[in-house]
């Protein structure tokens, strides 16, 4: 079993939809998560960081986390065309270290 | 402010040689962190400095991989007997302290061994 899991989609949305992104971990003494977008070609970019159980907003990005169920997911709320990008979960453990999943790819379509 | 930046974007080397990838994190963060990405597949953790000590360098695949932060800031990734199987991109990342903090990339060094 791997410690991050994503599906690698791709998760194909309509332009204006809600994209939902979805994650499991395995280590139940995991503390932070975190969600980065990466553009092909680039490096990933911190979206997200969520650190207790609920929800977190910001702007169209809605961060889950349920440690009972050990299930981190994102939300985006009115898709676009540039959200397209490979999504990636990450998560922290009480070392410094991140461990990410796979990612997964999202296709928004005009 | 500035960003991490890495140096070079792209390297290619043969075979056997030795390369040196560099890292500047953003100024004032104490902590630093080397990653690998191959395609496909999310960042891979190599190594992680708290200051000028490799707090943990659990994910350095052998003993041809090597990381250094001599002044506490500035870190290079050194590879020696390079192999075809070490090509991949790079990532640095560094954060204000270390454990609950979030992580800023910088742009990669892509490695290429042929």
């Known amino acids: 079993q791997k410690e991050v899991e994503q599906n690698s989609g791709p998760l194909s949305v309509p332009e204006g939809a809600i994209a939902s992104l979805n994650c499991t971990y395995s280590?139940?003494?995991?503390?932070?998560f975190f969600w980065y977008r990466q553009y092909s070609g680039k490096s990933p970019e911190l979206i997200m960081s969520?650190?207790?159980?609920g929800d977190k907003e910001d702007g169209r990005f809605t961060a889950q986390l349920n440690k009972a169920s050990q299930y981190v997911s994102l939300l985006i709320r009115d898709s676009q065309p540039s959200d397209s990008a490979t999504y990636l979960c990450?998560?922290?453990?009480?070392?410094?270290?991140?461990?990410f999943g796979q990612g997964t790819t999202l296709q928004v379509k005009p | 402010g500035a960003g991490v930046s890495q140096t070079p974007s792209n390297k290619v080397t043969e075979k056997g040689k030795y390369v040196e990838l560099r890292c500047d994190p953003i100024?004032?963060?104490?902590?630093l962190y080397w990653y690998r990405q191959s395609l496909g597949q999310g960042p891979e953790f190599l190594i992680y400095f708290q200051g000028t000590g490799a707090a943990d360098d659990s994910g350095l695949p052998n003993d041809r991989f090597f990381a250094v932060r001599p002044e506490g800031s500035v870190s290079t990734l050194k590879i020696q007997r390079t192999e075809r199987g070490d090509s991949a991109v790079y990532l640095c990342?560094?954060?204000?302290?270390?454990?609950?903090?979030?992580?800023?990339f910088g742009p990669g060094t892509r490695l290429t061994v042929l």
């Open positions: 990450a998560v922290k453990g009480n070392t410094g270290k991140l461990i």
């Open positions: 280590d139940r003494g995991s503390q932070s």
């Open positions: 969520i650190y207790s159980n």
């Open positions: 100024s004032g963060h104490t902590a």
């Open positions: 990342a560094s954060s204000y302290s270390g454990r609950g903090d979030e992580q800023f």
